[in-house]
């Protein structure tokens, strides 16, 4: 089963929505903003595609933050803590399956992802 973690307006979830849709794929869509942020998939996520990957500090909402907040994003207990009190901090969308984890919209990914 795939389930895509991220935020319904995000423009990358919807692409990656509508991608896994025209492919017939089967999958699970979970909201950070209704459903929360599962701490247990958001750790398996930094360990396995690293801190750099997951934490998104291109958006606007890291440009926002405190040089004392970016410095405890620099942790991974640290940015763990943000990104669950700011769902916004976290890469759109997380792509999960029981082998595999894609972040961000990879049409190339997505693809090998629904042919296996």
């Keep these: 089963m795939i389930k895509v973690f991220g935020i319904s307006n995000c423009d990358s979830v919807r692409k990656t929505r509508k991608f896994l849709e ?3 794929a ?3 869509f979970h909201d950070y903003k209704k459903e929360g942020v599962p701490v247990e998939m958001l750790t398996a996520a930094i360990d396995t595609l690293g801190l750099d990957i997951v ?3 291109r958006g606007t909402t890291y440009r926002k933050l405190s040089d ?3 410095q405890q994003a620099a942790t991974v207990e640290g940015a763990l803590a943000l990104m669950v009190g700011s769902a916004s901090l976290i890469k759109r969308p997380l792509v ?3 082998t595999r ?3 961000g919209h ?3 990914a997505l693809a090998q992802l ?3």
Aim: charged share 40%; glycine share 4%.
């Design 22 to 24: 025209a492919a017939g």
């Design 26 to 28: 089967d999958f699970e």
């Design 55 to 57: 934490l998104n500090k």
């Design 68 to 70: 004392e907040e970016k």
């Design 96 to 98: 999960v399956t029981d």
């Design 101 to 103: 984890m894609i972040a």
């Design 106 to 108: 990879d049409t190339d």
């Design 114 to 116: 629904v042919k296996a």
